[in-house]
């Protein structure tokens, strides 16, 4: 295995407050010696579990970002026993273009691990958290939203597992973060996931879905506030209660709950994020772009809940994600 050419500014194992950079040396036009500099911040106090925090995974997804931000200067020492590596924005490069890929290389951080350390900024930065951070770790908080495309009711996650008493582990602290839903998510595509590298290596794992549109909302990063704290003191880092409140449990069992445009068009919700549909109700139409006088076309639900997720532009193309039906689970 090659070593990464990533190296942290700050200690990573030390008591304190540390914030500083992860350096990732990267020649260009504009700096031929140049660096990218991934902020980091890790606070520490003696020995104790490890929690990764991250955020930007997408970059055009911000409610991660600012709650992180804000951790960064509001968490101290003394609050808490053991370690909190703190990455607000993940995949720094797409973070700064506010686009969901990196503009260097076009990298989809979450579907390039586990990387490469001779590969592209990208993969190098993935191989980095799988070779150097993870592996420290004991819970990792991995913030999304639905970015420019989607758009998603606030929700936790956690995925099924083979290994049952993780996937217990990782439902529990999904339950601790206490989004106003939570999801036992299905992903359709979970090939070099920084999620599938986390459960693969047994540790705790749990992502969200608080929003979407490219933009946050003051409501949406209050979600993001509470559970990253609520999610620290179930991991035994942070000292205080949790802020419990009311949860709605949903279920993605298989592929139903997606529905697929097949159309390019103009893009028309009938039903709003949230509202219940039954299985054969037109959720979306999509009308044509390039003359009047024609029908739109209905796109119908394929089972029955409520809608989680739709998708966010006027516009849509054959391919996109229409919307998520999930289950309610008593």
């Given at each position: ?15 304190g407050v ?22 980091i ?17 997408h ?15 509001t968490?101290?020492?003394a ?62 908080l991995?913030?999304?939203?639905g ?7 606030p ?9 049952t008493?993780?996937?217990a582990?990782?439902y529990d ?22 999620d ?7 540790k ?8 979407g ?28 209660e ?30 709003d994020?949230?509202e219940?549909?039954?299985e ?9 772009v ?9 796109y ?31």
């Amino acid at each position: 295995m090659k070593p990464s050419p990533i190296e942290p500014t700050i200690p990573l194992d030390r008591d304190g407050v540390h914030h500083g950079f992860l350096r990732l040396p990267y020649s260009r036009d504009d700096s031929a010696w140049g660096s990218i500099m991934i902020p980091i911040t890790v606070v520490r106090n003696g020995e104790g579990p490890t929690a990764l925090l991250t955020g930007a995974n997408h970059g055009d997804e911000y409610e991660g970002p600012v709650a992180l931000q804000e951790l960064t200067v509001t968490l101290q020492p003394a609050d808490i026993t053991g370690r909190v590596i703190i990455v607000p924005a993940f995949n720094y490069p797409a973070f700064r273009a506010g686009t969901r890929t990196s503009p260097i290389d076009k990298g989809n951080l979450n579907r390039s691990f586990p990387g490469a350390a001779d590969g592209t900024v990208t993969q190098k930065i993935a191989d980095y958290f799988q070779n150097v951070l993870l592996p420290q770790t004991d819970i990792v908080l991995d913030f999304h939203s639905g970015g420019k495309t989607l758009d998603f009711i606030p929700f936790a996650a956690a995925h099924v597992m083979d290994n049952t008493l993780q996937q217990a582990a990782c439902y529990d602290a999904m339950q601790a973060f206490n989004a106003p839903c939570s999801v036992m998510l299905l992903e359709i595509d979970n090939v070099g996931m920084y999620d599938t590298a986390v459960e693969d290596m047994g540790k705790t794992f749990v992502s969200t879905e608080l929003g979407g549109g490219g933009s946050a909302s003051a409501k949406s990063i209050a979600i993001a506030k509470k559970g990253l704290r609520n999610v620290l003191i179930h991991a035994g880092i942070l000292q205080g209660e949790m802020q419990i409140d009311p949860t709605v449990n949903i279920d993605m069992p298989d592929g139903d709950c997606f529905v697929f445009a097949e159309h390019e068009g103009l893009f028309e919700p009938m039903l709003d994020l949230g509202e219940d549909v039954t299985e054969g109700d037109v959720i979306a139409r999509v009308w044509p772009v390039d003359r009047t006088g024609v029908p739109p076309l209905e796109y119908k639900a394929k089972t029955s809940g409520l809608i989680i997720s739709r998708h966010f532009p006027g516009l849509i193309k054959s391919g996109d994600c229409m919307a998520v039906v999930g289950r309610r689970v008593d």
